[in-house]
């Protein structure tokens, strides 16, 4: 479907249309009676300004934009109406072909009349609209200039003024009451547009359509998701993740092998950890564990003089010695059994002072029976 | 019901070793024939010196009463004998309830023990020291025994044993299971 295309004139002032003056201070239907061919910096006197900032960027300065003329105007005004009246045809044929049956492929297809004579009324139409428009601007610009005179007398002056005074009148009334009837028209539009949206919305899949025309990469591209974060409650969703489970399926050994342990340990701080403990409390209740002066006591009435304990362990060297020449001589195979009540070497373990010494086997006082 | 099962829930630890290491290996063992006679050589030279010691005492105390009249005693071999015997007598049984061991035994790192590994009681000890007074050959039988238990030994159902441990009594330590 083609959109009404004007000039280069013509595309301008479709962007310049919607700047217009709402506010108390335009003039009353100014434009609408403005002359056919304004002068430079006439907009500014009037108060209106119909041109976008953005379109002055590639004039020279000091030349203000001209204003569309009323003819350009209503030549634009046709080409919409056209369009418009274009488009909603188009549609509402398409419907009509929809709830046709399919038309038979094996059928000659030819120019649809349908089409071929909307299509020429549309362009008719058209070129109607422009004759008339240029028509009613250069009449409009050769009438003027001759009536001045009776234009500009009394009467005319004053129906013109009382006109304008009652257009003010009546645009602030309007002023007032916009909010009033913004607000009635917000209103019953709220209360229409669910029903209509549900049931445009029953005929359509919206998922479909989405996945169809939206180009969803673009979307999630332009998603600031550092943002999104920031604003998810990720405790929440974590309270919620079987953690155990996830563990359970990490190897933790693998991982334990890539760390650099010593790095970990360079990082830690021993020195508050070990200002953290109570030394003195611990070495204290160390030493009150071991009884260290009992182990003081015990180890230098042990450690006696390098004489006595070669004496002693000479002694048991010879005792050993004598025991075997003995078991010679008398024939004796059987090993000698010199575990006596106590203990052996590897269990050594003083019990407490006071406690009741523990008994030994039954054999050890039955002589010589083996 | 052993002592070991009443110890309070935490039980103290082990203090470490303070027995040197080429000790370990016998501590607690029946000692045998020759440590035991170097004890008791020592235990005797010491009844010498304290004879000599005490006939020395007596002949200064004799020298101060009766200095014109004083000449050096001269006891017989009998009473000399008795006395030696009778501190002997008092001089082991004393050890062997006090710490279970006399000095010859502390010197050679020896204690004596009863069956149950403990200190002997007073009669115990008196018997046993009568016994090693009147018979000192049966300490010979050491040597021979299987076990190496003296003739007091057997009768008195005692051990001797290394025990470089010089605290914490004889056979400190909590029972074994029957020996091998």
Redesign the interface.
């Given at each position: 479907m083609d959109h009404p295309q004007g000039d280069d004139a013509g595309a301008r002032n479709v962007f310049r249309l919607p700047v217009t003056h709402f506010g108390p201070d335009a003039p009353p239907a100014a434009s609408a009676v403005a002359p056919a061919d304004p002068r430079p910096g006439d907009a500014d006197d009037r108060g209106l300004d119909l041109t976008d900032p953005d379109d002055s960027a590639g004039m020279p300065p000091g030349a203000p934009p001209l204003p569309p003329t009323s003819a350009e105007l209503t030549e634009q005004a046709v080409r919409v109406a056209v369009g418009a009246v274009a488009a909603t045809a188009a549609v509402i044929a398409q419907a009509l072909r929809a709830t046709m049956p399919p038309p038979d492929p094996e059928a000659p297809t030819g120019p649809d009349p349908i089409a071929l004579f909307s299509g020429a009324g549309l362009g008719l139409t058209l070129r109607l609209g422009e004759r008339v428009a240029r028509f009613s601007g250069d009449a409009v610009r050769a009438v003027s200039p001759p009536l001045s005179w009776v234009t500009g007398a009394w009467p005319f002056r004053a129906v013109r003024d009382l006109t304008g005074v009652t257009l003010r009148d009546l645009d602030e009334q309007w002023t007032r009451e916009r909010p009033d009837a913004d607000r009635a028209a917000a209103s019953f539009v709220g209360e229409l547009a669910p029903s209509i949206t549900d049931a445009v919305l029953d005929h359509l899949s919206l998922t479909d359509i989405v996945l169809e025309r939206v180009d969803l990469n673009r979307i999630v591209a332009a998603v600031d998701i550092d943002a999104v974060l920031d604003r998810v409650d990720l405790d929440a969703v974590v309270e919620k993740v079987d953690l155990q489970r996830i563990v359970d399926r990490i190897d933790l050994n693998e991982v334990a092998a890539g760390l650099d342990v010593n790095a970990v340990a360079e990082r830690v701080d021993v020195e508050a950890l070990i200002e953290k403990l109570d030394l003195a409390g611990i070495a204290q209740e160390v030493i009150e564990e071991i009884d260290l002066p009992e182990i003081i006591r015990s180890s230098t009435g042990t450690m006696a003089s390098e004489t006595v304990r070669g004496l002693r362990v000479q002694s048991v060297e010879v005792d050993r010695a004598i025991a075997r020449a003995v078991d010679r001589v008398i024939f004796r195979r059987k090993q000698r059994r010199t575990d006596a009540p106590g203990t052996a070497p590897s269990e050594l373990a003083p019990t407490e002072e006071g406690e009741e010494r523990p008994t030994t086997d039954p054999n050890d006082g039955d002589g010589e029976a083996t | 019901v052993?002592?070991?099962d009443e110890r309070p829930a935490r039980p103290?630890?082990?203090?470490?070793?303070?027995?040197?290491s080429?000790?370990?290996?016998?501590?607690?063992?029946?000692?045998?024939?020759?440590?035991r006679v170097?004890a008791n050589s020592i235990d005797f030279g010491l009844l010498v010196a304290t004879l000599a010691a005490l006939y020395l005492g007596v002949v200064a105390i004799l020298f101060l009463l009766r200095q014109e009249s004083f000449r050096f005693p001269s006891p017989s071999i009998q009473a000399a004998f008795a006395i030696g015997s009778l501190l002997l007598l008092l001089y082991f049984t004393a050890s062997w309830t006090g710490t279970g061991r006399t000095y010859g035994d502390v010197?050679?790192?020896l204690r004596v023990?009863?069956?149950?590994?403990?200190r002997m009681s007073l009669p115990g000890a008196l018997l046993r020291a009568f016994l090693c007074v009147t018979f000192p050959i049966g300490l010979f039988w050491a040597?021979?025994?299987?076990?190496?238990?003296s003739v007091q030994d057997?009768l008195m159902?005692t051990?001797v044993?290394?025990?470089?441990?010089?605290?914490?009594g004889?056979?400190?330590?909590?029972?074994?299971?029957?020996?091998?």
């Open positions: - | 052993s002592a070991v103290r630890r082990n203090p470490p070793q303070t027995i040197p080429e000790a370990r290996a016998f501590q607690g063992q029946r000692a045998g024939i020759a440590s170097v010197v050679m790192g023990v009863n069956l149950r590994g403990d040597a021979i025994s299987r076990q190496n238990r057997l159902r051990s044993i290394y025990d470089w441990q010089i605290t914490g004889p056979a400190a330590q909590p029972s074994r299971s029957a020996p091998a």
